[in-house]
């Protein structure tokens, strides 16, 4: 099945997923204008107030780009909604995103009808992460265009399910939109996401080192000097297993080998805060394994041209 006619715009099959904190309109412009799919969480406009000011600056910046490279226009953009019960600011934030017609939504911790249903009124795509077939499943049912599979290595909250298998039970039954994230930081990787059968890739991590993103010197400078030895996968910090850099962990005065269990009960969903998570985020630095192939903190441009010249090359090298 063909990507709905909204990706028509990509220069390169990547979606750029919305980093909680991290993700702002500097970042998503210079995704856009890169030629891939620029994303950021709703929430991380603070006050509620700001998200009307930040897509009026992300859709602005584009139509001005667009106006100015008639032959390279700007990638779509994509606003990620937690649509867990927990998350107060739901309903506002929809509204916003209906006065700007976002063009993607990433739904997440959920499957909502009305959400969808919502986002088809003005002509948007929903893209819905899960971390199993069964949670696919139900996205689907619900009304979800398409799927993101978070598999085993992404930053953050992720599944241990294989990419492998995920792509292969997803593809068993749905034809539609698939992007798939984890450990993706290469343009070699990007094209193994296709040829298991995803349509584009998920990448996260690679983008937090780059001089767009709003994360701290420090946080960009320890994802260049780490590989995937770094990285500790627990509940700890927010009730759900996720991958964080152990080198944040260490200055936090905790041992990332000896992390006691957390109670998944005690987390509020639209923050990703529980119970041991006062610094989850912000101190404690999510990551995903694929952090290898990050050598240096570039420009986004820069990253995006570094994963085209990879793509090429590893499909002049399959043929």
């Known amino acids: 099945m063909a ?28 995704q856009c204008t890169s030629g891939v799919v620029g994303s950021m969480p709703a929430l991380n406009a603070r006050p509620a107030s700001q998200l009307d000011e930040w897509l009026a600056e992300i859709t602005e ?22 649509v867990h019960k927990s998350n107060d600011r739901l309903e506002h934030d929809m509204q916003m995103c209906a006065k700007y017609r976002v063009p993607v939504v990433i739904t997440s911790l959920g499957a909502r009808e009305d959400v969808n249903q919502a986002v088809h009124s003005w ?11 069964r949670f696919a499943h139900k996205a689907i049912e619900k009304g979800a265009d398409g799927l993101i599979a978070v598999a085993a290595g992404a930053g953050g909250h992720a599944s241990v399910k294989s990419p492998f298998a995920m792509v292969q039970e997803i593809r068993q039954w749905f034809d539609g939109p698939l992007a798939l994230s984890g450990a993706i930081a290469s343009g070699g990787a990007v094209l193994a996401t296709q040829a298991m059968g995803a349509d584009l890739a998920y990448i996260g991590s690679a983008f937090i080192a780059t001089h767009e993103a709003r994360a701290v010197e420090g946080y960009k ?19 759900v297993h996720g991958n964080y850099l152990k ?73």
């Open 3 to 30: 990507l709905p006619p909204v990706f028509d715009k990509l220069r390169l099959p990547v979606i750029g997923s919305p980093l909680f904190i991290i993700s702002n309109p500097q970042l998503v412009i210079a």
């Open 61 to 82: 910046a584009l139509a001005a780009w667009d106006k100015a490279h008639p032959d390279q226009p700007a990638a779509p953009f994509a606003i990620n909604q937690i």
């Open 123 to 133: 002509g948007g795509v929903v893209l819905h992460d899960i971390i199993n077939n």
């Open 221 to 239: 400078q320890m994802i260049v000097d780490c590989d995937s030895d770094d990285i500790v996968y627990s509940n700890f910090y927010t009730g």
């Open 247 to 319: 080198g944040s962990i260490r200055n936090s005065g905790m041992d990332p080998d000896k992390l006691p269990e957390s109670d998944p009960t005690k987390m509020n969903f639209a923050t990703g805060e529980g119970s041991n998570s006062a610094k989850a985020w912000k101190d404690i630095w999510g990551c995903g394994q694929g952090i290898g192939a990050i050598t240096a903190v570039t420009g986004t441009a820069d990253l995006v041209e570094r994963l085209r010249r990879e793509y090429a090359a590893a499909r002049v090298r399959l043929r």
